[in-house]
């Protein structure tokens, strides 16, 4: 079965400073997913990454797949408040179709 | 525009009893799935369904039932609850799986005393 590990398990960071989470996979990712969830709430779809060498951006959060699609990296650039949570990638193996599983997860914190 | 809908959201039960977490969604998805969340174990597949009919076990399906009878909803049976079973469940449901986004319900937390 597909299994992704996260890391780091937690982060704390001071407001202003650059963070990376990592997702890493010992099979070929298909379809990387990333997730914030903020505590006690649902999860929020930041983005999908599906070829190899792919970056998206959304407002201050980038995602990358590298070339052999078996790591994703998140960066979030000068972190605020607002961005502390869970933040979990999640992802579906080539040869279970459907079996979308999911990391476990790096908990953000930002102080001010 | 409903997107995937869970109940109930909270729900206390007793060892050994049975109830049925419901999730609908209202986006014509053929797949949907079922998760349940632990503290430090992230989201955890306990089954999941490619379209009406057809299921198929995740990493955690011991303890759970599921069935796909229409396109729109996706139940996971409790049959019979034990302590373990405590946990934030979470439906979700995409248009496809490795194209599309996961939609995600609000969750069920659930406690088993």
């Known amino acids: 079965s597909q299994e992704l590990e996260q890391s780091p398990q937690s982060l704390i960071v001071q407001e202003g400073k650059n963070l990376t989470i990592n997702c890493t996979s010992s099979?070929?990712?298909?379809?990387l997913y990333w997730y914030k969830q903020k505590y006690g709430e649902g999860l929020i779809f930041l983005m999908m990454?599906?070829?190899?060498?792919e970056e998206k951006s959304h407002e201050k959060i980038t995602a990358k797949l590298d070339e052999k699609k078996q790591q994703s990296s998140l960066h979030i650039t000068a972190s605020q408040p607002s961005h502390a949570g869970i933040y979990l990638c999640?992802?579906?193996?080539?040869?279970?179709?459907?079996?979308?599983?999911f990391g476990q997860g790096t908990i953000l914190t930002v102080h001010p | 525009n409903a997107g995937v809908t869970q109940t109930p959201k909270f729900q206390v039960l007793k060892t050994g009893q049975s109830m049925t977490l419901q999730c609908a969604q209202d986006?014509?998805?053929?797949?949907m799935s079922w998760y349940r969340q632990d503290p430090g174990m992230g989201l955890r597949l306990i089954h999941y369904?490619?379209?009406?009919?057809?299921?198929d076990q995740g990493e955690v399906p011991n303890g759970y039932n599921v069935s796909r009878s229409t396109t729109e909803d996706f139940p996971l049976r409790l049959l019979s609850a034990a302590p373990s079973q405590t946990s934030v469940y979470f439906c979700?449901?995409?248009?496809?799986?490795?194209?599309?986004?996961?939609?995600f319900g609000e969750g069920s937390r659930l406690t088993v005393l």
């Open positions: 369904s490619v379209g009406a009919g057809i299921t």
């Open positions: 990454l599906q070829k190899g060498g």
């Open positions: 099979k070929t990712l298909y379809g």
């Open positions: 986006m014509n998805h053929e797949y």
């Open positions: 979700a449901s995409t248009r496809a799986v490795q194209t599309g986004e996961l939609f």
């Open positions: 999640g992802a579906v193996g080539g040869t279970s179709y459907g079996k979308l599983t």
